[in-house]
């Protein structure tokens, strides 16, 4: 070969292992303009042979690679993630300025942002978890037990979720984290997780909670304009109607939820048949998720008001303290730290005064409820001598809230 052409230095099969000339053909795939999908921090995607993807990786290339080797590895072995991206190899060349190229299926749908009217129905947050509810009970049938494998995607953000009008399908894998809890069931040892990405009893990591973080609030924020480094606006500012708007999407995402709540209560509770020292676990956790869904259902229009601005405090905690602990940022501008620490002073005396009540009212379900949205408060670290590392990032003294957003 020439000096000046690409030379392939590794080939890296992840599904399957293709030709050299084929993968010389990706890379000339990426070379054409007109064939840019997109580009994003850690490289650009071509459209390739219209049912492929090939992504110019700039960093992270391996840890992408990783992630979809063992996310196909569990595919094969029984996990299904609908058409989800999935990888067919990746490889190396003798380029500078690339870490590498991964290729990989093509993904039908659209963005949040790109459907015809930007509201979501009822049937795209029912694709949603569907999907999630796929990746958070992955379970591989394994000499006869159900060894449960859980993937978290740690950008489910509205771009990585791709709709149509019959399922939701995920890409761009390379945060994925795949977590095996039989440790935690065979061993008696206490999960911990990475960031407080706990469901709603508490117990495991999910990616219904990894949703409401990276996609709800950014997509709320969208639908009402209100993003807080806008001369630090309120959402006050903003249309009664919009925000009457927003309530009703908020409704049925928790419609939603409610479903996928009592489907992962009967998942949790079958797979519990086939656990050891993790049965009686599972099927506690198994009646709490049904106490929740049937909370948080009603009709979909009716729920209780406090049940209501309980989901709404609870998901507005957690992306605070996940933005505050992982990127130290807003949107467009760094988090206000006495905002978020008020905020979870606020919401937690709202969640003892609520269990208060309950008791009084001898509530079974609301004991437990707010019990457990008390504990998922108590997870969060303390942030009361955060430093922001970035001290170029402009601080926004008012960063607008769900329950702001929303009537």
């Not at 392939?8 to 990426?30: C, H, M």
């Not at 999935?86 to 290729?103: H, L, M, P, S, W």
């Not at 209100?226 to 919009?242: F, L, P």
Request: hydrophobic residues 35%.
């Amino acid at each position: 070969m020439k000096n000046n052409e690409t030379e392939i230095t590794e080939i890296i099969p992840i599904s399957r292992k293709i030709g050299k000339k084929e993968v010389l053909n990706a890379v000339r795939t990426t070379q054409n303009k007109e064939n840019l999908l997109g580009s994003g921090a850690s490289g650009d995607v071509y459209i390739f042979r219209k049912k492929y993807v090939v992504k110019r990786t700039h960093k992270n290339f391996n840890k992408e690679v990783k992630a979809l080797i063992n996310l196909d590895n569990a595919i094969k072995e029984g996990l299904d993630i609908g058409n989800s991206q999935r990888g067919i190899c990746a490889f190396k060349t003798n380029e500078d300025d690339v870490q590498g190229y991964i290729v990989s299926t093509y993904v039908e749908g659209r963005n949040v942002f790109n459907l015809p009217d930007i509201y979501m129905t009822q049937k795209h947050f029912d694709n949603i978890f569907d999907l999630l509810l796929k990746m958070d009970l992955g379970t591989i049938q394994k000499n006869n037990l159900e060894i449960l494998y859980i993937f978290l995607h740690y950008d489910l953000s509205p771009i990585n979720l791709l709709l149509t009008d019959k399922e939701a399908n995920l890409v761009d894998f390379e945060t994925l984290e795949k977590e095996n809890l039989d440790i935690y069931f065979f061993k008696r040892q206490i999960y911990s997780c990475k960031h407080n990405i706990y469901d709603d009893t508490v117990t495991f990591p999910c990616n219904m909670r990894l949703f409401e973080i990276c996609f709800l609030w950014l997509y709320f924020v969208h639908l009402t304009h209100s993003c807080g480094e806008a001369n630090n606006q309120h959402c006050e500012d903003y249309s009664i109607e919009k925000r009457k708007k927003v309530g009703e999407i908020f409704n049925k995402y928790l419609l939603a939820k409610s479903k996928y709540l009592q489907k992962q209560s009967e998942l949790h509770f079958k797979i519990a048949n086939h656990q050891g020292l993790g049965r009686e676990l599972l099927k506690r956790v198994s009646k709490e998720e049904s106490i929740h869904s049937k909370l948080i259902s009603f009709d979909g229009i009716n729920i209780p008001d406090d049940i209501r601005f309980s989901e709404m405090y609870k998901i507005q905690l957690a992306n605070f303290y996940f933005q505050v602990e992982v990127r130290s940022t807003g949107t467009k501008a760094g988090f206000n730290i006495e905002q978020v620490i008020d905020y979870r002073k606020e919401k937690e005396e709202f969640y003892v005064k609520q269990l208060e009540n309950s008791k009084k009212q001898n509530d079974k379900d609301r004991i437990l409820y707010y019990t457990n949205c008390i504990k998922f408060v108590n997870k969060f670290i303390d942030i009361s001598n955060f430093e922001i590392k970035d001290k170029s990032i402009p601080i926004c003294k008012h960063i607008p809230t769900l329950d702001e957003m929303i009537l």
